[in-house]
């Protein structure tokens, strides 16, 4: 097994490397005559792609995409569908200091033990540039989405100590950080300077929201939905933890205070994020995800080369103060792609349920 595939029906691989010619990504199992254009990709690549947001890399890349197989006349055939991203502004000659020397924070010394090489060119597969098949894909999945009126959106919730006290999903929209707290998308944006200032970066959290899914998606036992969603979602290199629903606040509460009470119309409270025994209990859909700082800093650190003699390092080339927001898409797109080949496999039992 590679791990660079992932779902078992809508079935999705990523290719490409961060300062090679182009990355990538298959998708396999999508059924056919979904109207699909590269326009309908587009729009969440725009929202993910560098220099788009504050604090983000000023690396220039048109993140075009390109669907060379899988649809024709506007509509896919239910052969794989094949997306290529081009690497237009990749400056190699940056990383070439780092040929030898493993870099705090990223993934260097791991990949070179497991596989006895690596791409030092800005990090190769491990580089946040990667997920920008995962958009990709994950912008043909939301496809299938849509229609049946599910949508997936993510917002930010916290960043660099600073925590959103108000849930306006609507006020999301009027700031660059998709804060749903104005006043404190403001004091984000100004920790964002401070530590740009100070050759640091941020961490942060953020909120992804599915609405209108269905009662039934999710396995049992092994391919639990809270389970797939937070291996998904882990599976972004930024994430360092995972909750849905009440999440770890469920820690602090007791067994009458965390169930959600069956009401005539339906559930009087949502702590377990809209899902029981791993299956959508078709309430709202809440996750969220914790990442870490950006490791690359302006910044001297302490490490070791190869021969493990120390090394200060300050590292070099173009890198964002904070993956937020530009890990928004990149969130709801793993969590479409899941929410797919979930659906996929229910709609092939063919089961008809009561509303």
Known sequence: MSGNTTGVLFRVTTWGESHGPAIGAVIDGCPPLLELTAADIQADLERRKPGA???ASPRREADQVEILSGVFAGKTTGAPISLLIRNRDARSDDYEDLRDVYRPGHGDFTYERKYGHRDHRGGGRASGRETAARVAAGAVARK????RGMTVTAYTVALGGVTATVVDPAAAAGNRLRCPDPEAARRMEAALDEARRRGDTLGGRVEIVVRGCPVGLGEPVFDKLDADLAGAI????????????????????????????LVPGGFASNNAGGILAGISTGQDLVIRAACKPIPSLGREQ??????????????????????IPRILPVCEAMVCLVLADHLLRQEALGITRRP
Do not use: Q, Y
């Open 53 to 55: 947001a504050p604090g």
């Open 144 to 147: 299938l989405l849509t229609p």
């Open 234 to 261: 882990m599976g972004i290199g930024t994430v360092k933890g995972v909750e849905i629903g009440a999440g770890f606040a469920a820690v602090g509460m007791t067994g009458a205070e965390n169930n959600d009470p």
């Open 302 to 323: 302490m490490t070791v080369n190869r021969e493990g003699a120390p090394v200060r390092l300050t590292v070099r080339g173009r890198h964002d103060v904070s993956v």
